[in-house]
């Protein structure tokens, strides 16, 4: 083979291995990051901890503590209490009001209504964004 010919070779060998080592991984992606995950942190986490363990940075500052809400399901004989959580969620004001600090959660509650019906057949008026931090909630329990 004339040098030229060589040099091409070589060429399209090296770009073949650039384009394997580029293709993507067959190994499990980590979890998707999810939009209900980001309210959580913008809205709760300083209470909550960004890992909802109840070790959020203001959770010094209420004397009664945090509540970790990674064990709702456990805390319910092992079901998620979708009504009681989705509640709580829609009426976060009201539900937290005797708790100091708490943030404005205006843009979480401004969206379009939505009709949630829960497991127990209980239909509630909430919101899309509600819902996500729910079933964020829902994702990471014990
Ligand atoms: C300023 C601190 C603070 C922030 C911010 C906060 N929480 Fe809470 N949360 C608390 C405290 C304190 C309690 C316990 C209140 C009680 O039992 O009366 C609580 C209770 C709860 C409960 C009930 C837990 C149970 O075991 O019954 C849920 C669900 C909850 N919060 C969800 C949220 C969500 C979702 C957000 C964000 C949208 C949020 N909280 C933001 C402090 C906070």
């Known amino acids: 083979m004339p040098p030229r010919n060589n040099v091409r070779t070589g060429t399209l060998l ?14 499990p992606e980590p979890m998707p990051e999810t939009t209900g995950a980001a ?4 809205y709760c986490a300083v209470c ?5 363990d109840g070790a959020g940075q203001l959770s010094v500052f209420v004397p009664t503590g945090v509540p970790d809400l990674r064990g709702l399901s456990s805390g319910n004989g092992g079901t998620f209490p ?8 829609t009426r976060i004001s009201d539900f937290h009001a005797g708790v100091v600090a708490m943030p404005d959660f205006g843009p ?10 829960a497991s127990d057949g209980t239909r509630i008026e909430t919101n899309g964004a509600v819902l996500e931090i729910v ?7 014990n």
Do not use: N
């Open 14 to 27: 090296m770009l073949s291995v650039v384009l394997v080592a580029c293709a993507p991984k067959p190994e």
């Open 39 to 42: 309210s959580f942190r913008t």
């Open 135 to 141: 079933d964020y909630l829902r994702l990471i329990q």
């Open 108 to 117: 979480l509650l401004d969206g379009e209504p939505v009709v949630y019906t």
């Open 48 to 52: 909550h901890g960004s890992g909802a």
């Open 82 to 89: 979708d009504t009681y959580v989705v509640e709580v969620v």
